[in-house]
């Protein structure tokens, strides 16, 4: 089965691999085989490897268009395959590839077309391939590094959270009603933890309602402005965790810039896209700032300086940037350095953060034993 994006480019794709076309007739996939995709459908490593590959094709000597047709036969990814074939085909027609890319938006980024455009404009599409495949491996090695920071303290919390809930309603009660017959006064730690495991006994529906609750308002938030605002603030000043997330943004903003202009991209085209790829609202609030700080005459670094996102030497490095007309190597550098900054933190969170979370988890568990344990300790010393 060859995929194309009309009849007429199947045909002619067909007559260039020597094939004599008798019939052809459209295949029309059913609801059961279409594949669904939510979000961008090609995982990153798939896309890294595209760049890596379509970087070394073209400095090799071979022309887009036969580059184009070799990746769309080996990439793994299905979604980037057909995308690259269609491509291909509007290569053949005539199409540039940065054009050819604009119809495929789920699949190439907003950054990807417009430094591949700024490139062909510019004759340097060797070039920005390279800053492309390397803008892309470092993006992906940073997040993936800060994705396992984040991870890890979550499974803990949520394994902590289930042997909880299993000691209050498997083990705690079994010891509820010996201690009802003792008639004696019961430490406040296991009148507390009796009260708790009665209420999940019983009024479970309760917390169940208030866990969907909570997910409720959070979702409810983040699908308004101010809402979602507020939570990407929580997120930075997080303890530690926020510190990192900072980081790695200021690493993403710098990368990003560095590339979209030593790409020849115009700036405020590039802090458009950087606004809508950072992730963060407040960040991009501070970057909108700066494009209209930029558009009124005055220096990118100015509105930046007055940010508590952005730490003094990041601003400061920017303006010697400006001045020195080096801002890609000035922020090259920038992300260089927090990039290396995000991977001490995660080594060294990774370290002191396992032992405090099975210190933690194991807090948690023993405190629910002990109040079980004390009324036992205080029935022996009555036998006694």
Not at 197 to 204: L, P, T, V, Y
């Amino acid at each position: 089965m060859l995929t194309a994006m009309d009849k007429s480019s199947a045909v002619e794709e067909l007559r260039r691999r020597g094939l004599v076309v008798l019939s052809l007739e459209e295949h029309r996939s059913s609801l059961l085989q279409m594949d669904i995709y939510i979000g961008n459908p090609v995982k990153p490593a798939h896309f890294i490897v595209y760049c890596r590959q379509f970087a070394t094709l073209v400095r090799a000597g071979v022309p887009i268009v036969q580059a184009t047709d070799i990746l769309s036969q080996q990439t793994e990814s299905k979604p980037l395959r057909k995308a690259l074939h269609d491509v291909h085909a509007s290569l053949l027609r005539g199409s540039s590839f940065s054009q050819a890319a604009l119809e495929h938006k789920r699949i190439f980024p907003v950054m990807f077309t417009s430094m591949i455009r700024a490139g062909e404009e510019s004759g340097d599409l060797e070039g920005t391939l390279e800053r492309l495949a390397t803008f892309f491996e470092k993006g992906h090695v940073t997040r993936e590094k800060i994705k396992s920071a984040l991870t890890y303290p979550v499974i803990v919390g949520l394994l902590a959270i289930a042997a909880v809930v299993y000691l209050l309603k498997a083990i705690v009660p079994q010891f509820v009603s010996m201690f009802e017959s003792m008639n004696a006064e019961l430490p406040a730690i296991t009148k507390v933890v009796m009260a708790l495991s009665a209420s999940i006994e019983n009024e479970w529906y309760l917390w169940l309602g208030a866990a969907v609750l909570l997910l409720a308002l959070l979702l409810g938030l983040k699908r308004t402005q101010r809402g979602a605002y507020a939570l990407d603030y929580v997120k930075l000043k997080l303890p530690v965790f926020g510190k990192l997330q900072q980081k790695g943004a200021i690493a993403q903003v710098s990368r990003t810039l560095s590339s979209l202009y030593a790409s020849a991209v115009p700036m405020l085209q590039s802090l458009q896209i950087v606004e809508e790829a950072v992730g963060n609202r407040v960040i991009a609030r501070y970057l909108r700032l700066s494009a209209d700080s930029l558009r009124r005459g005055n220096p990118l670094s100015e509105p930046l300086k007055q940010s508590w996102v952005f730490p003094p030497l990041v601003t400061q490095m920017i303006a010697v940037g400006e001045e020195t007309g080096a801002l890609d190597e000035m922020l090259a550098k920038v992300a260089d350095f927090y990039e290396m900054d995000v991977d001490n933190t995660v080594d060294r969170l990774k370290s002191l953060i396992e032992p405090l979370l099975i210190v933690f988890l194991a807090g948690v568990v023993g405190l629910i034993v002990a109040a079980i344990m004390l009324p036992m300790f205080s029935l022996y010393g009555q036998m006694g």
